[in-house]
């Protein structure tokens, strides 16, 4: 079998020119970013049912992979996916774990916005620095499922409002969220989200992504454009109506 050669071009050139290449090709290489954000995602305007099922969800709404994540244990309270996607009233979030976990178990997923994609607003706690305006708890036993704004005196202050419930489904598998988007004070269509999971019975924090500046920007999907066809339908439509008043201006110009 042929292998595709990224220097089809090359073939006649001569080994010092080759080594160059090669050597220059290394040299972009490492001016790369070293942490690439993992999880920036073009959302996908869709009405999710949540029913604890990932049949609705598509492969391309993966925000974060296995290999983004930074899993934690113990291994119900970890995820291997995180995919998101959108209408225009709620944010949907599926979290795909390795084994079974429901909202009664102890610990608490938290997912940190920065709703207005500015570091200098909103919670900056630990290592954090993202600025994190907004807060959407779910866990704790069963006792939380929540959203939050950001009313800190200082960036570090662990100071947060609540705004409202989030709707929520579970199996033993898939956890999902219906974020209101109203609860989320968008300055833009654009948030970066962290997703972290703390506390009781955690021996070791899930973090997507563990790294600020590998945190992943959604964009949110806005409603889409009335298909191709039906904007033929209605191009052909104005045509005609074109046509019909033309005749009819015809008509009475005649008649003068
Ligand atoms: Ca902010």
Redo the contacts with the bound molecule.
Sequence with gaps: MKTLSPLPRLSGASERERTLLKLALILVALALPDVAPAGNLAGRYATITLDGSSSDWQPSDVMYFASEIAAGAPLASTFTSVSVANDSSFVYVALQHPAPTSILDPWTYNLYL?????????FNGGWMT????HLVQYGAGGGSYSAFSFNGAAQSDWGWNWLGLISYSYSDLVTEWAIPISALGLTTDQMRMEFNVTGDGVTAETWAYQYESGVGTYTIATVPEPGSLSLLALGIGALFMAAKTARRCQRSAGRH
Excluded: A, I, P, Q
């Excluded at 993202?130 to 305006?133: A, F, I, K, L, T």
């Design positions: 920065d709703t207005d994609m500015t570091s200098t607003t909103g993202g600025g994190y305006d």
